[in-house]
Nanobody, 116 residues
Framework: QVQLVESGGGLVQPGGSLRLSCAAS????????MRWYRQAPGKEREMVAH????????NYADSVKGRFTISRDNAKNTVSLQMNSLKPEDTGVYYC?????????WGQGTQVTVSS
């Protein structure tokens, strides 16, 4: 059974930090690229960060470059998103995504709220 379980969301003040984690199971994690997406209220889901399966190369949405860092631990089947200098516009539900060609899996999401 494929599972992606996110954790680490919560309420944080502007300028603060959070670290999201995603624990994967039930598929060949090392062969899958991993992404974090987010969806703000009333908006479409958008990709935030990507890390490839083999080289570990990364890509980020322009809105988070320099503030967010995606990483993966293939020994533990986990992917993380370190979020620094958080802004109110970072608020949303953050989803973990695994992809290999046309095959995709999604987590259930974790809420991140940036507010004073």
């Amino acid at each position: 059974q494929v599972q992606l379980v996110e954790s680490g969301g919560g309420l944080v003040q502007p300028g603060g930090s959070l670290r999201l984690s995603c624990a994967a199971s039930g598929f060949a994690f090392t062969m899958y690229a991993m992404r974090w997406y987010r969806q703000a209220p009333g908006k479409e889901r958008e990709m935030v960060a990507h890390i490839s399966s083999i080289s570990g190369s990364t890509n980020y949405a322009d809105s988070v470059k320099g503030r967010f860092t995606i990483s993966r631990d293939n020994a533990k089947n986990t992917v993380s998103l370190q979020m620094n200098s958080l802004k109110p516009e970072d608020t949303g539900v953050y989803y973990c995504n695994a992809r290999q060609y046309s095959q995709m899996y999604w987590g259930q999401g974790t809420q991140v709220t940036v507010s004073s």
